[in-house]
């Protein structure tokens, strides 16, 4: 599977932008595809995770529950990731990735990613 990943930009503290992830090649009967962030000098950390097939559960860590959306278009074949209320702490480079052995208790986990698109880079800043 392909996965590109874009939407990043410049934005104020208190706004919004809109990531996508488009997912291309192999179909599995279930896959999850999930976003992940990393900061400079810090460790990659789990953003929020979607079923693309076999399901339609979400996941959010909680540091943007309640400020961000994942979902999935499948008539555009990507997954989109509205984020809103952004803070300079959400500033890092963000990547999408996507597996077919994820399971509920490692959606969480980087490791279980066989997928990844390149980052595409969000910068929160006044």
């Known amino acids: 599977v392909q996965l590109q990943a874009s939407g990043g930009g410049l934005v104020q503290p208190g706004g919004s932008l809109r990531l996508s992830c488009a997912v291309s090649g192999r179909r599995y009967m279930r896959y999850i595809v999930a976003w992940f962030r990393q900061a400079p000098g810090k460790e990659r950390e789990f953003v929020a995770a979607v079923h693309w097939s076999g399901g339609s559960s979400t996941d959010y860590a909680e540091s943007v529950k309640g400020r961000f959306t994942i979902s999935r278009d499948n008539a555009k074949n990507t997954v989109n990731l509205q984020m809103n209320s952004l803070k300079p702490e959400d500033s890092a480079l963000y990547y999408c990735?996507?597996?077919?052995?994820?399971?509920?208790?490692?959606?969480?986990?980087?490791?279980?990613?066989?997928?990844w698109g390149q980052g595409t880079l969000v910068t929160v800043s006044s």
């Open positions: 990735a996507g597996g077919a052995r994820v399971i509920v208790t490692s959606r969480t986990r980087d490791s279980a990613y066989d997928d």
